[in-house]
């Protein structure tokens, strides 16, 4: 009973940042993202009754905390498909993880998508991209490639297609700034700011509008408009990271340095805009015919320590190979 996916990051362009009371995982915030194609996940699970708890090794690696995170993702699955075996789960990133380059994203969508195949179960791909958000909601959206929203209008959201990465296939250049894990991780930071940050309900309130207003850049294939509302949705979050208590502050100067210099680009005409999450690193959106460049006005940054080039890739999948 073995079955082997994989997925890859996406990245919020339209971000979310905080959760809805009542637990379930459930964002406060409708996001909308685009699926990376050259990073990946891939995850083998293979449930047997030899195995006495869930075995989770990620990059070669045990930890008793990713162990209970897995664990909890498999039990949900588990009673979603009335199985009650026990798995040995590995899994491998061909990037950094836990430096804000979405690995829980890929993680979890790729686990779902590979207990799903092995125990051979009948849940459709929204009942998975359930399943993947109640583990981290941004694994929702790494269920669809291309554009996908994640709205929360309904009370247990799915992430939906919206455009394929074939009908607008823009490119994005990943600036890795720092391969350090980051000091505090998503889900502890969202619980912060909720608590503490002055600006939170004014985030809440006005992420429908930024949600709408992307919804329509994407459809339209607006890359002005699209650059305009996502920049705008990074500063608001990470205004609302600076606020919280105590504050994160996610960004290093390279940072901060590639943002002025995507700033001048657009200004000269150069169609890019940046996106940053929870971490140093930044992420650049631009056309094909830009990458170039888009690389060459960021690679003497000191502190950039490595761009990784990537077009928009699609949906988490079942694979052959490990
Ligand atoms: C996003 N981030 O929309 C935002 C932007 C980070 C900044 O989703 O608690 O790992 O597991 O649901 O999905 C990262 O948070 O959080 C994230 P949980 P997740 O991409």
Partial sequence: MEGIAQAQPNIALVKYWGKQRGGNNVPSTPSLSI?????????????????????VVINDKSDEAQRQRVARCLDNIRQSTGRDLYAMVESKNNFPTGAGLASSASGFSALVTAACAALDADLDRDQRSRLARMSSASAARSMLGGFVALDVTETDPAARALLDQRDWPLEVLVAVTS???????????????????????????????????????????????????????????????????????????????????VRALRSQGTPAFFTIDAGPQVKVVTEAAFVDNVRQAIEDIPGVVDIVPSAL?????????F
């Fill in 35 to 55: 699926t990376l194609d050259a990073l990946w996940t891939r995850t083998r699970v293979e449930f047997s009754g030899a195995h006495a708890r869930d075995l």
């Fill in 179 to 261: 391969t350090n894990a980051k000091s505090v991780g998503s889900t502890q930071g969202m619980l912060q700011s909720a608590a503490t940050s002055a600006f939170y309900a004014a985030w809440t309130d006005s992420a429908g509008d930024d949600f709408t207003a992307a919804r329509r850049a994407v459809l339209r294939r607006d890359f002005q408009s699209l650059a305009d509302v996502s920049e705008a949705s990074c500063l608001k979050m990470h205004g609302v990271m600076l606020t919280t208590k105590p504050a994160l502050v996610y960004w290093n100067g390279a940072t901060v340095e590639i943002i002025h210099r």
């Fill in 313 to 321: 890739g699609a949906g988490a999948r079942v694979v052959d190979e």
